[in-house]
C-alpha cells in the first residue's frame, strides 16, 4: 500500500489564479481530511470529508472548497488565490475511530 | 473553541538526557490527544495516543484532565528522536472526528551526541 498520496508535489501560482490539489486515500479509508500547513507553524484544519459528504469545516473563506469522490479520492480547490495561501496543503485519510494518515503534502507557492 | 499549545518552539537535549516536550490543550468536551512526529523528510506520523497508554520508541504520555496537559516524556533521549513534534487533538464525537484534528505549533527536538 502506497499510503495517501497527494498530486502535484510542488506548483506555483499566480495571484488570482485558482488551483486545485488531490488526494488519494489509503484503500478502504472512507475519511479524507485537508489541512494547511504555512511555515513555521502547524497543520490547520480546513475539510473533512466521509462518504462524500463534508462533515467538518474550519475557518476558512469560501474560496475554498473541496469534494470527495465515489472512489473516496478527494480534490481541494483554491480560487482566487492571495500570496497568503501559499503553504503545504495536507492530505489525511482515516477509518471511522482510527488515525489520521497523512500524505507527503503539495507545497503551493503564490506569486 | 479548542486550542493546543507548545510553548516551546525548540528543545535541545544530550543523547541520554530526559527529555520532556510540553503540550496543554483546552476544550469543553473531554477530547483524544496525540502526539504526531515528523522526522526530516518524511511524513507527518502518529507517534501515540492517549487511549492506548502505550510507550513508543521509549516514549510516553499521560493524559493530566486536571491540568489540561498531554506532555511527552523520554527518559533517555537517542539521536535519531530528533524531530518536529506536533501535539494534537481531536473533539471525542467517536465516528468520524478523527479527521478533525486542531495541531500545536510544534516544538523541534534536537539530540546532541
Known amino acids: 500500500d502506497a499510503g495517501v498520496t497527494q498530486s502535484p508535489t510542488h506548483l506555483i501560482k499566480t495571484r488570482g489564479q485558482q488551483v486545485t490539489l488531490r488526494c488519494s486515500p489509503i484503500s478502504g479509508h472512507k475519511s479524507v481530511s485537508w489541512y494547511q500547513q504555512v511555515l513555521g507553524q502547524g497543520p490547520q484544519f480546513i475539510f473533512q470529508y466521509y462518504e462524500k459528504e463534508e462533515r467538518g469545516r474550519g475557518n476558512f473563506p469560501d474560496r475554498f472548497s473541496a469534494r470527495q469522490f465515489p472512489n473516496y479520492s478527494s480534490e481541494l480547490n483554491v480560487n482566487a488565490l492571495l500570496l497568503g495561501d501559499s503553504a503545504l496543503y495536507l492530505c489525511a485519510s482515516s477509518k471511522q475511530s482510527t488515525e489520521a494518515f497523512f500524505g507527503q503534502g503539495t507545497r503551493l507557492t503564490v506569486v | 473553541a479548542q486550542r493546543v499549545t507548545q510553548p516551546e518552539k525548540l528543545l535541545s537535549v544530550f543523547k541520554g538526557a530526559p527529555v520532556e516536550l510540553k503540550c496543554n490543550y483546552s476544550y469543553s468536551g473531554s477530547p483524544e490527544l496525540f502526539w504526531y512526529v515528523q522526522y526530516s523528510r518524511q511524513r507527518l506520523q502518529l507517534l501515540l495516543r492517549h487511549i492506548s497508554r502505550e510507550s513508543i520508541k521509549g516514549f510516553t504520555a499521560d493524559l493530566n484532565k486536571g491540568e489540561t496537559s498531554f506532555h511527552l516524556k523520554k527518559p533517555f533521549a537517542q539521536e535519531e528522536d530528533s524531530a518536529m513534534y506536533y501535539c494534537?487533538?481531536?473533539?471525542?464525537?467517536?465516528?468520524?472526528?478523527?479527521?478533525?484534528?486542531?495541531f500545536g505549533q510544534g516544538t523541534i527536538l534536537t539530540v546532541h551526541p
Open positions: 494534537a487533538l481531536s473533539p471525542n464525537a467517536g465516528g468520524t472526528s478523527y479527521g478533525k484534528l486542531t
